[in-house]
């Protein structure tokens, strides 16, 4: 986990509300992710950035945006909370874009 | 589109055994593939990869993996495992040709017993 921060560790949301999630690094990477984890589905990559304010899609974006608008920051945002995004979500970070190094994670619950 | 299978959820060994997580993809041309770690409450941690060249992998605490192209495999292994490398293994594969993004097995939970 060294290097990468997650923000909120742990938030309870009520359906229908705005979210983000903040991941923070000091390691100077190039590329960030979003991932979520869920029982039987592994990891499944949410959004990722290239550069600062350069991001594309991942395999289940919608209902999801990112923005990135310095190096060490990467915004995951909620725009309005579903039961169904209750999950755990995991920032990751790389700097050669092969193997990425992760955050310790938020547990995020929507009621 | 890319696949990553883990067929076992789960894999009990004795402590002193040897370990074996198995693991087969499925992407078009040459792959990158990983294997990672994440022991409760924690992220994933980066255990090894394989990119190119020698076939067999080695990785962080023992582990290595071989990269089979003919059986689309990337089985990681430990000659003799411990009750601390009891966890949940996850493999990874990436495209060589299709950006950044990582897709990855469904996980194996490992549990090693005295």
């Known amino acids: 986990d060294a290097g990468i921060t997650q923000s909120p560790r742990h938030k309870v949301t009520e359906t229908g509300t705005p979210v983000t999630l903040r991941c923070h690094q000091t390691?100077?990477?190039?590329?960030m992710y979003w991932y979520r984890q869920d029982p039987g589905h592994g990891l499944r990559l949410i959004h990722y950035?290239?550069?600062?304010?350069?991001?594309d899609k991942g395999e289940v974006s919608d209902g999801y945006s990112v923005s990135r608008s310095k190096t060490e920051d990467f915004l995951l945002t909620l725009e309005s909370a579903t039961s169904s995004q209750t999950s755990v979500y995991f920032c990751?970070?790389?700097?050669?874009?092969?193997?990425?190094?992760f955050g310790p994670g938020t547990r995020l619950t929507v009621t | 589109a890319q696949s990553v299978a883990q067929p076992e959820d789960q894999v009990n060994v004795a402590e002193g055994n040897p370990l074996t997580v198995k693991c087969t993809y499925s992407?078009?041309?040459?792959?990158?593939l990983f294997w990672y770690v994440q022991y409760p409450n924690r992220g994933l941690q980066f255990l090894l990869k394989?990119?190119?060249?020698?076939?067999l992998v080695k990785g962080s605490y023992g582990f290595e993996a071989e990269f089979n192209k003919s059986q689309t495999s990337f089985h990681l292994k430990k000659p003799s495992a411990l009750v601390s490398d009891s966890a949940l293994y996850f493999c990874?594969?990436?495209?060589?040709?299709?950006?950044?993004?990582?897709?990855f097995g469904g996980g194996t939970r490992v549990l090693v017993k005295p």
């Open positions: 990751a970070i790389s700097d050669t874009g092969y193997e990425q190094y």
């Open positions: 992407v078009s041309g040459n792959p990158y």
């Open positions: 990874a594969v990436r495209p060589k040709a299709a950006g950044n993004k990582l897709t």
């Open positions: 390691e100077n990477h190039r590329y």
């Open positions: 394989y990119i190119t060249g020698d076939n």
């Open positions: 950035s290239y550069g600062v304010k350069d991001t």
